[in-house]
């Protein structure tokens, strides 16, 4: 029989790797709450207009990488509805906005999310086809200043301590504008007409692009492209007097900040949705896919997919480039180990053991739980593996009321009162 094995492009996180998942998800937790976000938790899957009026149908994203299938009608009633996993969630995010008439309130919406994506792409390291992401997103009427560059700037700072208090060090925020739906429609002209004597020199994906979606040709990663590619226009030279006047307002407000930037003339970020400010953050550390993260304001996607105006900034992570990034900071990164590990001497004190560990478990201490039936040299070997101390629960420790202790970092055996022992278990090695 054949052994079942994780699909291709995905696979199981295992402990302690996971402890690392949950303190990324926690810290960011933290962040987004100091900045006043809420968490909102949407749907795995969507109708597929959702994707295709929203990201766009030229994107590689939606013509290559979305899994989509029919959703074949239960009953005469209901129709046949095309669904599919979502491949990023700011879409669902408005959506949302949307359908619970958010913008009525008058108040700006500042969300964030935490969960997985779907899209068939090549894995590769750090890439996978379910992945998890972080983002958020700030949207809401005009009125409520949704338009501001202090909210692209505010979304920035936040990510700037957001990757500080995560502990990455050494990372850079490339930084752009794409300007107004009109100034992307012109440069986009304007490179398209720059790429005709050139395309046929390029790869594949980038002669396909030319055509479909000519902003994609900036993110090209082949290296004999990149000379064509550094004399295309740049899309400063197409911004008007709003777009200019709205970045200089986003970079000085940084600059106040002390937030450090890099102006990257061409990140302009392929997805349809994108207007005035888009960002990237990378890390060396990543090799040649270097990004972090990313996003932009969206100011017109709201009525992309049938909504009122409510622009809005956003940004999605992927958390496996965060773990690999802080991997590579700490290859070495110790063991976590839990408070305590009991070990009753014989299957008669099993009972009692696992009333000490609720115990001390109910008072905040980290216990593992060990047998009866093994021997005590056992119970030494498994607890010097996962526990700082092994508490020796026989029948004199139940009778005195006095129990036996040692730490493994220090080799010390101290013999502890019960109602002390909550205390002096917390205490760290040698205080």
Known sequence: MTTLKAVRGTRDLLPPETALW???????RAVFARYNFGEIRTPVFEDTALFSRGVGEETDIVSKEMYTWEDRARAQSEKTQTLTLRPENTAGVVRAYIE???GETGQLQK????GPQFRRERPQKGRYRQFSQIGAEVIGPPSAGSESPLRDAEVLEMLATLLDELGIEGWTLHL???GSSADRARYND?????????VGQMCADCQRRAVTNPLRVLDCKVPADQPIIDTLPVIADSLDEASKAHFAAVTAALDAAGVPYTRNHRLVRGLDYYTRTTFEFTHGGLGAQNALLGGGRYDGLSEMIGGPKAPGIGFAMGEDRLVLTLQTQNPAAPQVLVDAYIAP????MNAAALNLARELRRQGLWVELGDGSFRLKKSFEAADKTARQIVILGEDEIQTGILTVKNFSTGVQTKVPRGELAVFLAEPAGA
């Not at 969300?111 to 935490?114: N, P, T």
């Open 22 to 28: 949950n303190r990324i998800e926690a810290t960011a």
């Open 100 to 102: 619970h008439k958010l």
């Open 111 to 114: 969300l964030y999310y935490i």
């Open 176 to 178: 752009n504008s794409v």
């Open 190 to 198: 304007a490179l398209r007409a720059a790429l005709v004597p050139v």
């Open 345 to 348: 001497v014989g299957e008669a």
